[in-house]
């Protein structure tokens, strides 16, 4: 009689064997030990050759190829017959989704990814309107503002649009903005596709700061929201011109509170005031929104909103810490920078 060994310790064997997925004989100590069986056939894989086990799968080589593969995109293991196949490449159905709707709802919130060094972060809403609610122009502005793993904006849909979308960033520092984001090749392409902000009854511009910016404690935070809810009421005439809105369409989208003689009257006011569109929205938890600069403007003014900042980074700081600043301080920083461009442009 033929002698048999196992193939796994080269213990001789008797009558009591076991065969593998391989058609290989192995004792019944290293079938138990050594040896854990498919999830899909049942046959007994060597441990060191299982597939799928990162995954929290048992799967021999054989089953893995013919019946799962890997998401090209997150790399998870999907059943084939569940994956979903996008010019050539295997997706599961969240990385699908993601790739196929390019163009998100309204109520899309993504987990924010914060950009910069700082204590102070700014989101900004850019809705533009006329160039399509396109899904290979969304890619287009995608692919300028993303790099591989960083997911610097995302595009939502915008009911208040004709024929447009949304380009929403991440939170960013000021500097993030000016020096690292690449707002100018962003806004470039916009327009070379169509798209408009000043020259729609539809588009506006908001900003996102976030509360812990203005304070470490609630008292402290509200006591700088007050004061800027108090610029605001105390400027509205000025703003409402520098918005170049009328004041039926703010009353509609950024509505103000009314005028209290006090930073902390008109924030007790503000309080008893419910909904989003207000100038200054306060109804996020993490969050403060100045709806109000909803700006109607060319797509390019961001950059004169940006260019302003970059040339006094330190007013958006004044705007913030002192009792209040004066509408004619401000005028003059940005009538500054108009004349500069308008210098530019001459040339």
């Not at 003689?261 to 993490?286: S, W």
């Amino acid at each position: 009689m033929e002698e048999r060994n196992c193939a796994c310790c080269g213990v001789r064997l008797t009558d009591d064997y076991v065969l593998t997925a391989n058609d290989e004989m192995i004792c019944d100590d290293c079938a138990e030990n050594e040896y854990t069986r498919c999830e899909c056939c049942n046959n007994l894989v060597y441990n060191s050759d299982i597939y799928g086990e990162d995954y929290d799968h048992i799967l021999c080589h054989t089953c893995y190829e013919e019946y799962y593969t890997n998401c090209d995109e997150c790399g998870d293991l999907i059943d084939r017959d569940n994956a979903y196949v996008l010019d050539d490449y295997y997706y599961c159905a969240h990385c699908y989704h993601q790739k196929t709707h390019i163009i998100h709802s309204y109520s899309y919130k993504p987990q924010p990814v914060f950009y910069g060094k700082g204590k102070r972060f700014f989101g900004v809403e850019l809705e533009i309107d006329k160039g399509g609610k396109d899904n290979d122009n969304a890619q287009e502005l995608l692919d300028i503002a993303n790099h591989g793993a960083e997911k610097r904006i995302y595009i939502k849909s915008d009911g208040s649009l004709d024929n447009g979308m949304e380009i929403v960033t991440h939170p960013m520092t000021i500097e993030y903005h000016l020096d690292e984001f690449n707002w100018e090749d962003i806004l470039k392409t916009a327009i070379h596709l169509g798209y408009r902000s000043r020259q729609t009854s539809t588009c506006g511009l908001h900003i996102h700061v976030n509360r812990d910016a203005f304070g470490e404690t609630e008292e402290e935070q509200e006591d700088v929201i007050s004061r800027i809810l108090y610029f605001v009421e105390n400027h509205w005439n000025e703003l409402v011109k520098f918005s170049r809105r009328t004041e039926v369409s703010l009353n509609r989208w950024a509505a103000r509170f009314g005028y209290e003689p006090t930073p902390f009257q008109i924030m007790t006011k503000a309080k008893g005031c419910y909904g989003r569109y207000y100038a200054v929205n306060l109804c996020k938890e993490n969050l403060s929104d100045f709806f109000f600069i909803m700006l109607r403007n060319e797509i390019s003014g961001i950059e004169d909103m940006l260019n302003i900042s970059n040339k006094h980074r330190h007013s958006m700081n004044e705007l913030m810490n002192l009792q209040e600043i004066h509408w004619r301080k401000f005028e003059k920083k940005i009538a500054a920078l108009s004349k500069e461009r308008k210098n530019v442009e001459d040339e």
